[in-house]
């Protein structure tokens, strides 16, 4: 028999229903039996294929995922490794195992479920949001990133593969097994190349 993919989309706060939107069309052109669901109870976590963290504030989130207790639940499913993540701007914040600037671990409670550290706000006030073009690895055309305060990925080590960077040395897209991290907003655009990108690493189990 074959199950239908729970795809669950975080909603805490941020973009959810253009990320629900997204992940339907994705799963459509895919052709994939999915159903998408906005997820606000750790108890709903257990049951899900795979989830996505949207874009917010990151100290904002992490605060609710705590003290709701879905942020033990998901760093569960993370040591157990069977939960693809797409973490999105301040989700890529959460996935990350290292902030630049995060000398109070009580400020933002980080999943550490990617070898990667992250500085938040890192185009500053003068560029609080902006587009462009960016090379993302395996695609072939380029995917229009929309930036929104957003954080850059300083270092990354280990398993962590570089997908994107923009201006030569910024990385804004990486990936490490199921985990996929993108400091931009792929929910804000009709192009779904990034939510099909992760669908295939997830359950098709991309190359
Ligand atoms: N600056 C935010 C943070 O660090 C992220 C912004 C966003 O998700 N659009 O949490």
């Known amino acids: 028999m074959v199950k239908t993919l729970l795809a669950g989309v975080l909603g805490v706060q941020g ?10 069309n994705a799963l459509k052109e895919k052709n994939v039996d999915g159903r998408v669901v906005v997820v606000k109870q750790k108890k709903e976590i257990d049951n899900l294929d795979i989830l996505i963290i949207p874009g917010g504030e990151s100290t904002t989130i992490s605060k609710i995922l705590y003290k709701s207790g879905i942020y033990d639940r998901v760093v569960r499913r993370i040591e157990n490794d069977d939960l693809p993540i797409m973490g999105t701007c301040a989700g890529c914040v959460l996935l990350a195992k ?39 690895k395996g695609f072939d055309y380029p995917y229009n990133a929309v930036f929104i305060r957003a954080p850059i990925i300083r270092k990354t080590w280990g398993r962590c593969e570089i997908l994107a960077k923009i201006n030569k040395e910024m990385v804004v897209a990486v990936r490490q097994n199921r985990f996929l ?27």
């Open 181 to 207: 991290a993108l400091s931009f907003h792929p929910e804000l655009t009709n192009d779904v190349r990034i939510h099909k990108y992760f669908l295939d690493m997830s359950i098709l189990r991309y190359r």
């Open 98 to 136: 290292e902030l630049t600037d995060n000398e109070n671990e009580e400020e933002v409670r980080l999943l550490h479920a990617m070898d990667i550290k992250v500085e938040r706000n890192a185009f500053g006030r003068q560029r609080e949001s902006f587009e462009k073009k960016i090379e993302f």
């Open 15 to 24: 973009d959810v229903s253009e990320h629900v939107f997204s992940m339907k």
